[in-house]
């Protein structure tokens, strides 16, 4: 895997716009936010639901202070039930554990966005949530208007304990717009009711498959799952709503379940397919060799590319694949994807050919190309 980027002088815009055209869709939910793909940290990985707002607080210093913020991860997700009382309140709103959350979940947004995040919080549009707290299924209205009023910036919204999917989303879509406050709405039901054909009316973000897993030997195949279920969906993701192929197992635990090459490799993949960039490893323990791969200023680049055309499958010859995707300048961006011998950590080097034509290149014009490789330190 070697993501490239390929400059050209001289080139025809054509296919540029015939991808616009593609993307096309009206947009409908129109809350000014993800305008490029959203990036920031999920605690659900490392944490699941044993959090509290110490390791929030700890989480926000330390996304500051490895400069990952400033590398544009400025979300920090809450994401699991555990946040919450395992019981509703009458017919109150959602209410933070006080055990877990002394000071409540306003004062964990104040000290989020003090340091220049944003904070995002969790919950499901079923009965119940995955670990059985409240959900917000019929308190949808009452819900929001907590979220707006604690300041929150983000909502995931999970799909457990629940059915017809769409309208359910929508309830909640609709009620977040209601509270006036813009509120990232991250649709996480699993790719279940094909949400990329209407994602971007209701949400910012549509989930296209079931959750990621993190197995000893099965957390590969999980990305290549995801990566196939969000192969093909490229035309329905534009800026203010993105298919989603969950949060990045890059540096999650220590690269024992991935090689260093296939972080790499589903780096630059998530970039290119314009996924959100949502890592989840423990903050507090990176290696400098995870460091490189989030920050990987190239590779971010391509993904918050203002143009916002994601990048898909072009051509593919047994293992090996090239995804591309235009950017904003004109240029092109790459990437030569070698599927074999995935497991084996050595993964030995294979030469692999572009085609100008399969990205979208006219064979007669000019071209200047950039070669930047994974194997940089
Ligand atoms: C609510 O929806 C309307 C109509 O799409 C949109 O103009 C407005 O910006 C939305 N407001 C929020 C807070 O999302
Ligand atoms: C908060 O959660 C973290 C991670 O689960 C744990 O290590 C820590 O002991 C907890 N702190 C408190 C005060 O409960
Ligand atoms: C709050 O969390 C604690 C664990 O930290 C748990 O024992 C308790 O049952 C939770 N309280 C409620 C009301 O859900
Ligand atoms: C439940 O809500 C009522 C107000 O509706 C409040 O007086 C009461 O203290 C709440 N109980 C708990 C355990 O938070
Ligand atoms: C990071 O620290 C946690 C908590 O101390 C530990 O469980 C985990 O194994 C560590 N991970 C790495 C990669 O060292
Ligand atoms: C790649 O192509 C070059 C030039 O033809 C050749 O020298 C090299 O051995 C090839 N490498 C592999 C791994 O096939
Ligand atoms: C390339 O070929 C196309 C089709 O023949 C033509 O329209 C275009 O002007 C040519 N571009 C250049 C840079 O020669």
Redesign the pocket.
Known sequence: MWPSRFHFVNASVIAVTVLIICAGLTAGLNNGLASTPPMGYNTWNAFHDEINETLIYHAADELVETGLAAAGYDYLVIDADGWANFQR??S?PI?ANSTRFPNGIKAVADYVHAKGLKLGIYSDSGTLTCAKYTASLGYEAIDAAQFAAWEVDLLKYDNCFSRTVRSRYEAMSDALNATGRPILFSMCEWGVSSPWEYGNQVGNTWRTTQDISLAISATWDSVMNNLEGTKGLARFGGPGGWNDADMLEVGWPGGALLSDVEQRAHFALWAILKSPLIFGNDLRNMTRQTLNILKSPEVVAINQDPLGIPGDLVWKQGPQEVYAAPLVDGSRAVVLFNRHQHLDPNFPSQNMTVFWRSIGIPPNVTVWAFLFSSSRP
């Open positions: 309140n009458g109150g209410e």
